[in-house]
């Protein structure tokens, strides 16, 4: 069975940091594209960040560049999402979601979320 | 960056009817990269279209996608009480950002 664990949310003043985790199991996470997705309280789905097999390429959506920083660690098959220069927009919950083996699909797989707050 | 825009906002159909949701996108999207997802209070949303018109595994048949270009449909036959949800769509093409449409909510009437 797939699984993906979110762990690491909580609330932050605005301007502090934050690093998040998502633990994976039951597929081959070494060999399967990452990604982060947001939904503030109340609103839709929003891409944040993913991350290539390897570790050695990323991408942000405009909003996150330069505060956040997307990473893994293939042998703890874990993925990260590291969080500075926190705003009051970023209260979200953070989903890790990932297309499995294929780069080009759609996210089959995703975690239950955890809650950032960030209060100002 | 391709922007996804929704409609309707909110669906209010009884159980038994059929919803037929639309995404149009602001530039042309390659049939093979548009997804729609199911979300329910509380929970991860659930991929149920992929390449606009593919079940994902254990989607029922009454759901169903269609669509090319910049217009795209997601149609549920006929409304199961466990189908009242918000619904997404997604264009997840090679290139990021990955961008979701602002969702439709499918309410009991």
């Known amino acids: 069975e797939v699984q993906l664990v979110e762990s690491g949310g909580g609330l932050v003043q605005r301007g502090g940091s934050l690093r998040l985790s998502c633990a994976a199991s039951g597929f081959t996470f070494s060999n399967s594209w990452m990604h982060w997705v947001r939904q503030a309280p109340g609103k839709g789905l929003v891409w944040v960040s993913r991350i290539n097999t390897y570790g050695s390429s990323t991408n942000y959506a405009d909003f996150v560049k330069g505060r956040f920083t997307i990473s893994r660690d293939n042998a703890k098959n874990t993925l990260y999402l590291q969080m500075n220069s926190l705003r009051a927009e970023d209260t979200a919950v953070y989903y890790c979601?990932?297309?499995?083996?294929?780069?080009?699909?759609?996210?089959?797989?995703w975690g239950q979320g955890t809650l950032v707050t960030v209060s100002s | 960056e391709i922007v996804l825009t929704q409609s309707p906002g909110t669906l209010s159909l009884s159980p038994g009817e059929r919803a037929t949701l639309s995404c149009r996108a602001s530039?042309?999207?390659?049939?093979?990269?548009l997804a729609w997802y199911q979300q329910k209070p509380g929970r991860a949303p659930r991929l149920l279209i992929y390449g606009a018109s593919s079940r994902a595994t254990g989607i029922p048949d009454r759901f169903s996608g269609s669509g090319s270009g910049t217009d795209f449909t997601l149609t549920i036959s006929r409304l199961e009480p466990e189908d009242f949800a918000v619904y997404y769509c997604?264009?997840?093409?090679?290139?990021?950002?990955?961008?979701f449409g602002q969702g439709t909510k499918v309410e009991i009437k």
């Open positions: 997604q264009q997840y093409g090679p290139s990021p950002p990955k961008t």
């Open positions: 979601a990932s297309p499995g083996g294929d780069p080009d699909y759609a996210f089959d797989y």
């Open positions: 530039q042309s999207v390659s049939s093979s990269y």
